[in-house]
């Protein structure tokens, strides 16, 4: 175990010092590759939830319950792309993390990204994408863990929702369309970007609105009664 | 999915350090020559390892690049010569045009590049890197990938069943999602107690993979960092400076690090094409011989 754990820690280091390394090398080198160093923010902003879930040595039913939440969402998306403005997975993954904490919900939102992202398609927003849903899944569980929203409080917790998603993943995801573009447009003003993303946020905020308002209280009764039953 | 190519069967984490890198050698520069030969080198690339029915996608990579470098100069008025006015003088300026030629170059050989690294990553590869460092993460990706086909099918059970029902669009997702949470938990906790009878996180974990570091991975590390390194020092040692802002400025063919960083940006960027077609040639052969 004592030679595990010490390999473990070499890889983690030996991935900080390579990340330092490719910052230091395109701050010399590229020209204006600000999204480059936006990306490795966000993977390094992405590190210590995924630390503390593999420090922590997760049991089966945690793990399970994290997959099968995620997979729901993913599945649930596929299934009913047809479906107009229908987005679930955002409501799905705020639903994780209300019923199984905020980290549960960080990583359920990054691995249902990540895994959606291998049927439709991978590119430069694929690690934003994946950042900002986790992100939208930890803050719905803190507020879950604060009493702000909750199971009897459906209208409340739809509308937080919705805010969260114009005002902070949105904002996450246009982030990345402002480097990429940073570089192409010249001078752009981030407030042109965040301004044109506004309206695509808006109905995402609808939608996952309305699935919060529609599913969220059955899918919590349901987990919690798996709750009580297998006694997590 | 048609054919398995050569330099998909190199070792992942070579295959993920090579793309990395490729990706990083289009941001280097933004000389006009080693743009162009960075896009024409990520076209044969993308082409050779994602097979010919990418070439449908070609005029769309086009309207992004025209889009792309014909709205620079709306942007950016900087620049001594002025093509044309507009607006009442606002100026459309050859400088800003060029520069924003060489970005979508680079932009879109990127979209190239994340082309090939969707074909060449598959998610058992990416699993297979990162298995050891975080291996409950990739855990839960592994069964995430498992479950969603599953609940797919599942799904379609369910719509089956309530076909005859007549119901609303939404009110008919809800209801599908909401028995597709009951039966997905149940057969959860199943397999979490299954998992657990099985012995799960009882001792060391291994893990499995069907990939080992052959000489050939080996070696093709060593020459893509090699390249690599070279153009880096040929790009500090000012090979491939350009400016266009003012005024275009960029070094020429009497620059030996010039000559050299485009060189072996080629190179690097056909290590797979000459694995793939000396593949291809080997096996041409032996069927010749037959």
């Known amino acids: 175990m004592q030679g595990k754990s010490l390999k473990r820690i070499l890889g983690y280091t030996a ?185 695509v946020n808006a109905v995402h905020a609808v939608a996952t609105a309305g699935t919060l308002l529609l599913v969220s209280p059955p899918i919590l009764e349901r987990i919690n009664r798996i709750k009580v039953k297998y006694e997590i | 999915m048609d054919r398995e190519t050569a330099f998909e ?71 001594e010569t002025i093509l044309f006015t507009y607006f009442g003088g606002r100026e459309f300026t050859l400088e800003a045009l060029c520069y924003g030629m060489m970005l979508s170059a680079m932009f879109v050989s990127v979209l190239m590049l994340f082309g090939v690294y969707h074909r060449l990553m598959t998610s058992d590869k990416l699993m297979y890197i990162f298995g050891g460092l975080a291996p409950g993460v990739s855990l839960v990706l592994s069964m995430v990938l498992r479950l969603v086909p599953h609940y797919g099918n599942q799904i379609k059970k369910i719509n089956t069943a309530r076909y005859i029902k007549q119901e609303g669009k939404y009110s008919k997702v809800a209801n599908v999602m909401s028995a597709m949470t009951t039966w997905s938990l149940e057969s959860g906790i199943l397999m979490a107690d299954s998992m657990k009878c099985r012995g799960y996180g009882c001792g060391t974990r291994g893990r499995f993979s069907i990939y080992s570091i052959k000489g050939k991975d080996i070696a093709v590390l060593i020459l893509a960092v090699f390249l690599f390194a070279s153009v880096l020092i040929c790009r500090v040692k000012g090979g491939l400076d350009a400016a266009f802002i003012p005024r275009i400025k960029i070094s020429r063919w009497d620059n030996i690090y010039f000559v050299m960083a485009i060189w072996n940006m080629i190179l690097y960027l056909a290590i797979p094409i000459v694995i793939n077609v000396t593949e291809a040639v080997k096996w041409h052969i032996l069927r010749l011989k037959d």
């Open chain 1, 15 to 199: 991935m900080l010092m390579l990340a330092v390394m490719v910052l230091i090398i395109f701050w010399k080198f590229g020209n204006r590759n600000h999204y480059v160093f936006g990306t490795l923010l966000i993977v390094c902003g992405m590190l210590p939830v995924v630390c503390g879930f593999e420090k922590k040595k997760p049991g089966a039913r945690e793990i399970v319950m994290i997959s099968v939440m995620s997979a729901l969402a993913v599945a649930v998306r596929l299934a009913f792309a047809i479906v107009p403005h229908f987005k679930p997975m955002a409501g799905i993954i705020m639903i994780t993390g209300m019923a199984f904490g905020p980290s549960a919900g960080f990583l359920s939102g990054m691995i249902s990204l990540l895994v959606s992202n291998f049927a439709f398609a991978q590119g430069p927003w694929t690690p934003w994408q994946m950042f900002s849903f986790g992100i939208g899944g930890l803050v719905t569980g803190l507020l879950y863990d604060k009493g702000i929203i909750g199971e009897n409080k459906r209208i409340v917790t739809a509308i937080i929702g919705g805010i969260i998603v114009v005002l902070l993943m949105g904002p996450i995801m246009d982030t990345s369309t402002f480097f990429l573009a940073d570089g192409m447009m010249g001078d752009v003003t981030p407030w042109a970007i965040y301004l044109s993303g506004l309206p």
């Open chain 2, 9 to 79: 069967k190199i070792n992942p984490i070579i295959c993920f350090i090579y793309i990395i890198g490729a990706m990083a050698l289009c941001m280097f520069t933004m000389h006009p020559v080693a743009c162009c030969a960075v896009l024409v080198m990520s076209l044969l690339l993308y082409v050779n390892v994602c097979g010919r029915g990418v070439l449908n996608r070609l005029p769309l990579l086009l309207v992004v690049y025209s889009i792309l470098s014909l709205s620079n100069p709306l942007f950016n008025t900087k620049g």
